[in-house]
């Protein structure tokens, strides 16, 4: 048969079923004549003329391509005709508008039955379908045809068979998708990009929303990875390019996201696995990967903490994410916001307790700070700097989760010293916006616990005056209406306070007892009340049966012009309207104050009560409930 008459229609016998023959052999022999016209026909001989080869196709599309089982010689033919680069073009568009119509559920079954255990023919189907799939949606002309099925074949093939293919071929088909694509299509969901990715994803094996996958391949977890790891890097691409618009960046994220979060939920075993934290490395890797230019980085963190907040099942990412985040990211200011933003997560998402009373029993999980500092894991190389940038972002989740690691380690007093020290500079210099209020009571507690702790077992007794000094000034100015500070504050025309009114009240109470604490004696020393009863109470009634010239010679020991000014200003607010919803819990605290058998040792007891009362919320201040009194 002849090149002109195959053009004229001829190949359209090749699959005629004579007479005489019986069913099964003229299916076998329309099969053959199929697998004959795809490999001497649907390329076309070399330099075949256009016209030639439109005819060739335009009887080919006859054929019974709906019976077709190919082979997988005529599969690898398929595929040359894209990868061996010296085919025309409108092959592989014709190919397009033939391969839907293969029976390819029937092809992948029969395939799957017939081999034999360690036979590598499933595999080798499987790898050269899914690189033609993947081709096929990345040709623009054949996604643009109106009538063309390569989206319901694609839509059809997730639930193949995929656990056929191992890594090395999977990630063979990724980096061809990689090389011939527009990365910022990533960021459109409708995109012919968006369903080859839906399909990669598929044959990754991540599970479906409906549940797991029934097989996975022993490699499923590179698979994951690979997979993660070419959608972000196209992400991190898209950022490169002026055209691509932030808004879009949303659905992109959020499915790395939701990829993640179905891992969680079908596989629970895999939810604190070193797994999933490979996984979440390289989503967070977006952040090393997306233009350092404009507001790209801060709208990817939004879009990502939008996530948290808002995606079902994402709480069993946040302690994930923290190991993660502190492994991956090489912005220090990046790890902090996401490190803390994820611990703050993790404590939403917990129970609030069942006991009402204001002591706790011991929890073995530290009521979710033991989990916190198994997750957390500080930059050893670039600690200092990584301090700094948690006092300046208000890390105070972070930090406390921090030296919840390294007291343990202490192996002194001065070494407990020393941490209480840093943690009453960083308190000095946090500057925490009003969602960030609460936080400063986990550093005002540990600093209060450990500069107590020097005081009850005979540690540093003379350097704690100077840091209980310093920690109540830092509570006053949180605890003030309206700022001092500065020339308008001296005249008391500073700017009105941006904290809540209990925040403001446990700062004035807190600081008003501690100087109440430290009284003078005659020589201006220092002392503290470390004892029920002891002198220089605020309300010690000898203090006004002399005058300031007998105390000085007595050497009576007297509450400080300091200690009288902070309690007259907790006094007031008793009679301030701004407080009045919050009259009992002041009245509370200046009768606390005012308890002559209250000592400085009792600071905490007063200070888990107002912070539990007050923020009853918030389950990250449940652990300061535990040895309250």
Avoid at 38 to 46: A, M, N, Q, R
Avoid at 455 to 482: C, I, Q, W, Y
Wanted: charged residues 15%.
């Amino acid at each position: 048969m002849g090149t002109a008459e195959l053009a004229d229609g001829g190949v359209c016998r090749l699959c005629v079923c004579r007479p005489g023959k019986t069913e099964r052999s003229c299916q076998r022999s329309a099969n053959h004549g199929l697998a004959l016209a795809v490999l001497l026909h649907l390329p076309g001989p070399p330099h075949t003329p256009h016209h030639v080869m439109h005819a060739y196709h335009t009887n080919l599309i006859k054929l019974p391509w709906s019976t077709y089982l190919p082979d997988l010689a005529a599969i690898n033919s398929m595929m040359k005709l894209k990868t061996a680069g010296h085919y025309p073009p409108s092959s592989f568009i014709f190919l397009s508008r033939i391969f839907p119509i293969f029976p390819w559920k029937n092809i992948v079954v029969a395939y799957c039955a017939t081999s034999p255990p360690g036979d590598p023919t499933p595999l080798q189907l499987h790898f050269m379908l899914l690189k033609l799939l993947v081709m096929l949606a990345a040709e623009k002309e054949v996604m643009d045809q109106e009538d063309t099925k390569v989206p319901e074949l694609i839509a059809e093939a997730q639930d193949f068979h995929w656990e056929f293919i191992d890594a090395k071929m999977y990630h063979d088909v990724l980096q061809w998708q990689q090389a011939n694509c527009k990365p910022a299509m990533v960021l459109h969901a409708g995109s012919s990009l968006s369903l080859a990715l839906r399909l990669l994803k598929a044959a990754a094996g991540f599970p479906t929303s409906s549940g797991p996958r029934e097989h996975m391949h022993p490699e499923v977890w590179e698979k994951r990875l690979d997979y993660v790891l070419l959608v972000v890097e196209l992400i991190g691409s898209a950022t490169h390019s002026r055209d691509a618009k932030m808004q879009n960046y949303s659905e992109a994220v959020s499915h790395l996201f939701q990829t993640a979060v179905d891992i969680c939920v079908q596989e629970p075993h895999e939810q604190q696995s070193a797994h999933m934290i490979s996984l979440l490395q390289e989503i967070l890797n977006l952040f090393n990967t997306c233009s350092p230019s404009g507001n790209v980085l801060h709208k990817i963190t939004d879009i990502i903490f939008a996530i948290f907040e808002q995606m079902p099942n994402t709480h069993f990412l946040t302690l994930p994410a923290v190991t993660a985040g502190c492994r991956t990211l090489a912005s220090l200011s990046c790890m902090t916001k996401v490190v803390e933003h994820c611990i703050e997560y993790h404590f939403k998402a917990l129970a609030k307790p069942e006991s009402t009373s204001l002591e706790l029993p011991r929890d073995v999980n530290a009521y979710g700070w033991h989990a916190v500092t198994l997750a957390l894991i500080m930059p050893e190389a670039s600690l200092e700097e990584f301090y700094q940038t948690c006092v300046s972002d208000c890390a105070a989740l972070t930090l406390h989760g921090h030296i919840l690691q390294t007291l343990p380690q202490c192996t002194g007093h001065q070494q407990e010293f020393d941490i209480a020290a840093r943690l009453v500079q960083w308190c000095s210099q946090m500057k925490p916006t009003p969602a960030q209020e609460a936080k400063m009571f986990l550093l005002w507690e540990k600093a209060l616990s450990l500069l107590l702790r020097q005081v009850r077992f005979g540690g540093n007794f003379t350097g704690v005056v100077p840091l209980f000094t310093s920690l109540a000034a830092g509570m006053t100015r949180f605890g003030e209406d309206k700022a001092s500070e500065g020339i308008l504050g001296a005249i008391g025309l500073g700017k009105k306070s941006c904290y809540s009114h209990q925040f403001r009240l446990v700062s004035r109470a807190m600081a008003a007892f501690l100087h109440c604490q430290m009284p003078m004696d005659s020589s201006q020393t220092t002392k503290l009340r470390v004892v029920p009863t002891a002198a220089g109470h605020v309300k010690d009634p000898t203090r006004n049966q002399q005058s300031p010239r007998n105390q000085q010679i007595s050497g009576l020991i007297a509450p400080t012009k300091l200690g009288d000014q902070s309690f007259n200003s907790l006094e007031s607010l008793l009679s301030n309207k701004h407080y009045a919803h919050l009259r009992e819990k002041v009245s509370y605290a200046v009768s606390f104050v005012t308890d002559s058998s209250n000592c400085i040792m009792n600071s905490v007891q007063l200070f888990v009560y107002l912070c539990v009362s007050l923020y009853p919320d918030d389950r990250f201040l449940d652990a300061l409930r535990v040895n309250v009194s």
